[in-house]
């Protein structure tokens, strides 16, 4: 699929006929947006206000309306929440590059959990493969679509790149609309129902976290993961921007996130950074940590360390 | 009131009613504009997927062509400074022309961003008060800021000329200058702004170069201009304006110093990319010369460096300026090459390598060349409606009705 997609100036050809043909029923659905979806949603999501805008009942009443919309298109019942901050609560994350293995298994129990689209595919984590002893922080030497029969291979390492949840996010900033922000413990997320799709923050980030759907997500119903947040893993639309948010249903609720728990060689680490006897304070403390491009002054709550 | 009524009808009249050759140019453009729209609406029902943009090269054509399009609109400054400011004749009496093109151009500006838009629905997030606007903070908000004030000050100027000129009364330049001298400055704003948009990155080397946005103003006072002298030549022929050809050498001589300063700024990123040789050599060595084997772009940089340099030649010699064969020419030269260097070659290159190190090439496919044909076709379906109301009125064979006109 990745192969494909980076070889694709698109498989799509244009029969005249089928193409005026659909532009001119498509000119009409689209003119009448109403008798189509003629039910009070269409309004309520089209004027729904932005996400820090709104009350607390405001938020209760669009999480109702989003659970009655999910469950019925995926034909399960859908929970959405809201969660907010945990106060005190910094989460910040650690990655172990002498015990990654490259397997990958991370980046799927992350689409799992986090209902990205599965076709196209869509991914928030991305694993680089170096060679050993070239030079590495230089990215375009990596290589992101390496497939070998088997994991770790030899005079190679590995090192996954993912949202680096920045103290100082460029993304952020560049945002037109404010809707991608920066919670009270530390997690970039976005209003997928206030992102215009101008895709700005995407050329923003050092990172290549971001990630668009270039078309309406799909995710087969029964895999579906139910439990949802507001801010974080519910369902998506067509043209808006999505990111890793360090799990924000599961770290909320005093879990992992997903990727941490499913390494197999437990690379992952993952704590509150206000918390002086977390694992990850520990390894700051005690590894020679180093973030992604430093230079850029993002301040990565992100950290990168050999421990052997 | 009647009488607005009845002069509104008569400028209806004037636009609608044509020669064979008006509704033939008119019908002409009408079908690359449906085309568009019929490419347009497949995108939003499918997705931006119909387009080859992706994660990697998240931006393409569309934006591409907005920052072209955006340095045209600045480029009416050139016409407006030596016409006010020097009170330079030959060019004040068509003045009028660059700044209803300046227009043409932020209308299509704004079309641009909105096809390149995944959800243009929200566009209303962006207004301040009724949405969120991100201001000061993001530079895309400075960008809907000035553009929609340029677009609102080039539209008062040429409507109150017009106005003015269509009830046979000398316009008064001081309700006029102010906004005149104002539009210089925020031309100049609207570019700079757009070119900080890019700069600002810290995350994109290529466009995170300080050389950025004296690049994106050279580039505009050559192209905007270029493409002001076409249009010159085909407005005379085809109406009664008179325009000298003393106005038309003038901008050419403005030209060919805009472009020398321009090749200059070029020179002076490829010198400190090529010498130093760092990591971020990587963008323009894929321009020119290609990466890893991946050479989609080179072909088309090369062509735009030979283009540039023959306009610069033929401007900036005295005979093949004042020649309207090599003059027209170079400015086909010209603004062919400025469309690479300022569209595809600014905006791709930001992208290629990725973040992360990874080579996507990127080539439009043909719902996005539709789409941009479609709303390039409707920028020249506006200005020339604009122009077929405004000759008549500038030449005096149209007159609107007042009562002074009637006492008189």
């Known amino acids: 699929m990745s192969k494909k997609i980076r070889n694709n100036p698109l498989g799509i050809k244009l029969n005249r006929r089928n193409f005026i043909k659909g532009s001119a029923m498509g000119l009409a659905a689209s003119a009448l947006p109403l008798t189509k979806k003629a039910d009070a949603s269409f309004l309520d999501v089209f004027f729904q206000k932005h996400f820090r805008e709104m009350s607390k009942q405001e938020i209760q009443e669009v999480l109702d309306r989003f659970e009655k919309t999910y469950s019925e298109e995926y034909g399960k019942k859908v929970s959405v929440k809201a969660t907010p901050a945990i106060p005190g609560v910094l989460f910040g994350y650690g990655l172990d590059l002498s015990r990654c293995i490259g397997c990958r ?151 992992y996130p997903a990727c941490v728990e499913v390494c197999p060689v437990g690379a992952r680490k993952f704590g509150n950074l206000l918390d002086p006897a977390s694992e990850i304070r520990y390894c700051i403390e005690n590894k020679r940590v180093f973030r992604l491009k430093e230079d850029l002054n993002t301040y990565p709550k992100f950290y990168y360390f050999f421990a052997t | 009131m009647a009488e607005i009524i009845r002069n509104f009808f008569k400028a209806l009249r004037q636009i609608t009613i044509g020669d064979r050759k008006y509704y033939m140019w008119l019908a002409f453009l009408s079908f690359f504009i449906f085309v568009g729209l019929a490419a347009y609406v497949q995108q939003l029902n499918r997705g931006l997927i119909v387009t080859a943009m992706r994660d990697q090269v998240s931006w393409g054509l569309y934006i591409s062509n907005f920052t072209f399009l955006v340095g045209v609109a600045a480029a009416a400054v050139v016409l407006v400074v030596p016409a006010y400011i020097y009170n330079f004749k030959p060019i004040k009496e068509i003045a009028i022309l660059g700044e209803m093109l300046a227009t043409t151009a932020v209308i299509l500006c704004i079309l641009f961003v909105m096809v390149d838009m995944g959800q243009p629905t929200r566009i209303w997030h962006l207004l301040p008060f009724v949405g969120a606007m991100n201001f000061p903070s993001s530079l895309l908000a400075w960008d809907v800021v000035v553009l929609s004030g340029y677009l609102v000050i080039n539209l008062t100027i040429f409507l109150y000329a017009l106005y003015k000129l269509s009830l046979g009364k000398e316009y008064s330049l001081q309700f006029i200058a102010p906004l005149i001298i104002l539009s210089i400055p925020w031309a100049v704003g609207i570019h700079t702004v757009t070119a900080f948009l890019y700069n600002g990155l810290s995350a994109r080397p290529f466009w995170n170069a300080s050389i950025l946005a004296p690049r994106f103003l050279a580039s505009a006072f050559c192209s905007g201009p270029a493409i002001m002298l076409v249009l010159f030549q085909i407005i005379r022929k085809v109406s009664r304006i008179e325009i000298e050809d003393k106005a038309i050498f003038k901008i050419a001589e403005l030209i060919a110093y805009a472009m020398c300063l321009n090749l200059f700024l070029f020179g002076a990123e490829v010198f400190k990319e090529f010498y130093s040789g760092s990591i971020h050599l990587a963008p323009m060595k894929y321009l020119f010369f290609g990466l890893h084997g991946k050479t989609s772009m080179v072909p088309w940089m090369w062509w735009s460096v030979i283009l540039n340099i023959t306009a610069l030649i033929l401007f900036l010699t005295p005979s093949t300026r004042k020649n309207f064969l090599t003059l027209n020419t170079a400015c086909i030269c010209m603004l062919m090459g400025i469309y690479i260097e300022k569209g595809m070659g600014v905006v791709v290159p930001g992208f290629v390598p990725t973040t992360l190190g990874e080579i996507y090439e990127y080539s439009p496919t043909n719902y996005e060349i539709l789409i941009t044909m479609g709303i390039w076709a409707l920028g020249a379906f506006i200005y020339t409606l604009m122009l077929k109301f405004a000759i008549p009125v500038y030449t005096g064979e149209l007159r609107f009705e007042s009562k002074k006109n009637k006492t008189a």
């Open chain 1, 105 to 255: 298994r991370c980046v799927y129990a992350c689409v799992g959990e986090n209902n990205q689209s599965r076709d196209p595919q869509i991914h928030w984590i991305t694993v680089l493969r170096f060679k050993n002893g070239e030079k590495w922080v230089d990215l375009e030497n990596s290589e992101s679509y390496y497939n070998p029969a088997e994991v770790p291979e030899p005079d190679h390492f590995y090192m996954p790149v993912q949202c680096q949840q920045c103290e100082n996010p460029p993304c952020v900033r560049a945002c037109p609309t404010q809707a991608t922000w920066k919670e009270p413990d530390g997690i970039v997320v976005v209003d997928y129902n206030w992102c215009i799709g101008c895709r700005y923050c995407m050329a923003a980030c050092p990172y290549g976290a971001r990630h668009f759907n270039w078309s309406k997500p799909n995710i087969p119903p029964d895999e579906l993961n139910p439990e949802t947040h507001y801010l974080g893993n519910r369902p998506r639309y067509n043209g808006v921007v999505e990111k890793c948010t360090f799990c924000i249903q599961r770290t909320r609720a005093g879990k």
